[in-house]
Nanobody, 117 residues
Framework: VQLQASGGGLVQAGGSLRLSCAAS????????MSWYRQTPGKQRELIAS???????NYADSVKGQFTISRDNAKNTLVLQMNSLKPEDTAVYYC????????????WGQGTQVTVSS
């Protein structure tokens, strides 16, 4: 599956952004879809995942602030980010895993999110 992330940009603290990830290739429904983020010098962090048939999961750092959703008919994954803070600044990646959500086989190219104070 090929993944294309978009929607990043520069936003002021307290603002919102909506990231999208378009998937092509093998049908979307076969994967757990996730969003990760990474800042320089740190490991990539799993922040939200959307299993095939289960409820979404969130890292504590974004719980109540971010919402992940998927549209299997359109092969699209979305991350709605609200009340953004400077510490949310990172490169955001979408990922697809055929089994465990925390073991993706496929990655999107990353989209930069910068939150100014």
């Amino acid at each position: 599956v090929q993944l294309q992330a978009s929607g990043g940009g520069l936003v002021q603290a307290g603002g919102s952004l909506r990231l999208s990830c378009a998937a092509s290739g093998r049908p979307f429904i076969y994967y757990c879809m996730s969003w990760y983020r990474q800042t320089p010098g740190k490991q990539r962090e799993l922040i939200a995942s959307m299993p095939i048939r289960d409820n979404p999961n969130y890292a504590d750092s974004v719980k109540g602030q971010f919402t992940i959703s998927r549209d299997n008919a359109k092969n699209t994954l979305v991350l709605q980010m609200n009340s953004l803070k400077p510490e949310d600044t990172a490169v955001y990646y979408c990922a697809a895993a055929p089994s465990r959500c925390d073991r993706p086989d496929y990655w999107g190219q990353g989209t930069q999110v910068t939150v100014s104070s």
